[in-house]
């Protein structure tokens, strides 16, 4: 078995690491058993070492003294088992003969420990100090100096360490400081948003849609002059009246025509809610009262907040000013009648009702409307430690694509230093696509019922 027995000096225990946290087979690779010898020489320098000036070496000094005490009370102290076997014991030099040792200074504590570790004889001198590893190696010694992953971190300085505790103070209160987080659920340079455009409807649908109309609204037949219906008197209608009625049904059909086959413009001009998905976190230790969430739209285009109770009715008000409506027939002896009118519109995005801020939660208190079409804000009177509230804000694109916007977000709470300001590019780019169910619904929606009836 390769036993490998090794003097240290006093440094090794001061500026090295632990003796057993060490790889000792890097530098003995064969070694089966390292014997760590500490001579009384070095037990001498250690004593005088506890009571240094510098914190670090008195404790190393005193945790060294401790390990040597532990070893003097037996044999040797083992220090690691696997998968070598690592132990520390103390020797005791004789009397050097210092007239055998010229290059020698009885005095200085290393030359006593290079002595020792001559008389001692088949042990090896393991020291970070160059000198006594070449009086070591004149002698006949083999002298090894420790490899840098020996080493301990470099010792703070007194100017690095009060460094270093104003850093830890100034952590420490930053940590206590109450702070916001914004999160975005997409990728952020920028924000790239699509805007689908629909395109003609398929030639044959075109064509089912115009016969379900015409079918529910037929051409009327002129009565012969002996018919029943002229005998009764059934719809008096004169001359003029079924020449104008021919003619106004010859332009109802082009118009149901043309108004398939433009339908897809018509869909396309109904303003679309692009989702932004953000996130705000109370990252700080502290809760947060009247936190605000307020977002601000600059270009060509608004702001949209959906909300859970929105009216139904009113998004079909919305889609009646689009008008995906079918013409109506024209009827027979009424060219005198006055266009429909319908009341009780109401404008799209209409005005919102009062609102408040949450409690503990956020709740939009500030929504886009046509007098701030640009703007929202989310607000929340309790932002508690560690609670977060997820959410979207939607952009309805209004110039011509594509489009570039800034979008700004600004995080405000009465206990914050200042607003925490995050401004993001958008831009959004059109993107072609086909019919879905969805669409022929929409249009459905908009059919004389008995029209739709044929689905």
């Known amino acids: 078995m390769d036993i490998v027995r090794i003097f240290v000096d006093a440094n090794i225990f001061i500026e090295m690491k632990d003796l057993s946290s060490v790889n000792w087979r890097d530098l003995f690779p064969q070694a089966e058993e390292v014997r760590i010898l500490v001579s009384m020489h070095v037990v001498k320098e250690l004593d005088k070492l ?25 044999n040797e102290k083992i220090l690691r088992e696997d998968p070598y076997r690592l132990t520390l014991e103390t020797v005791f030099p004789r009397a050097h003969h210092w007239d055998d040792y010229h290059i020698l200074d009885q005095n200085d504590p290393d030359d006593r420990l290079v002595a020792h570790v001559i008389e001692e004889g088949g042990s090896i001198l393991f020291s970070d100090d160059s000198g006594p590893r070449i009086k070591a190696s004149k002698y006949g010694v083999t002298a090894v100096q420790p490899p840098s992953s020996f080493r301990l971190p470099p010792e ?22 109450p702070r916001m987080m914004l999160k975005l ?51 008096k209608a ?45 990252i700080g230790r502290v809760t947060l009262t009247n936190a605000d969430v307020a977002i601000r739209l600059q270009g060509e285009a608004r702001l949209h907040v959906h909300e859970e109770d929105t009216d139904q009715n009113e998004d079909q008000d919305d889609l009646d000013r689009f008008d995906l409506e079918f013409p109506d027939p024209p009827q027979l002896g009424e060219s005198n009648q006055s266009p429909r009118v ?25 929504v886009p409307d046509e007098e701030n079409p640009r703007r929202a804000n989310l607000s929340n009177n309790e932002f508690r430690v560690g609670k977060s509230h997820a959410d979207k804000i939607a952009i309805v694109p209004e110039g011509t694509l594509p489009l570039d916007l800034s979008l700004t977000f600004d995080l405000e709470a009465r206990d914050l230093d200042e ?22 619904e929409r249009v459905e929606s908009v059919l004389p019922a008995a029209s739709a009836a044929f689905l």
């Open 342 to 366: 319908r009341f009780g519109r109401r404008p799209w995005m209409a005005l919102q009702h009062i609102r408040y801020p949450g409690a503990v939660t956020f709740q939009w208190d500030i």
């Open 238 to 282: 004169n001359v003029v009246d079924w020449a104008r009625y021919e003619v106004g049904y010859d332009n109802f059909v082009e118009k149901v025509k043309r108004h398939a086959a433009e339908i897809h413009i018509k869909l396309n001009a109904i303003p679309l809610s692009l989702e932004v998905p953000f996130e705000v976190v109370n």
């Open 50 to 74: 506890k009571n240094d000036r510098i914190e670090r070496r008195r404790k190393r000094a005193r945790l060294a003294l401790q390990l040597i005490d532990e070893a003097s009370q037996l």
């Open 419 to 440: 607003p925490v300001t995050k401004e993001f590019r958008v831009r959004i780019e059109m993107v072609d696509r086909e019919w879905t169910f969805d669409d022929f």
């Open 185 to 235: 659920g997409c990728p952020s340079d920028p924000i790239v948003l699509e805007r689908p455009l629909l395109g003609p409807m398929p030639d044959d649908l075109q064509a089912d849609l115009v016969k379900r109309i015409l079918d529910l609204h037929p051409k009327l037949k002129k009565p012969a002059e002996n018919s029943a219906a002229a005998v009764l008197g059934v719809r």
């Open 156 to 177: 703070e300085s007194p100017e690095q360490k009060k460094v270093r505790e104003l850093s830890e103070r100034i952590r420490t209160l930053e940590d206590n400081r």
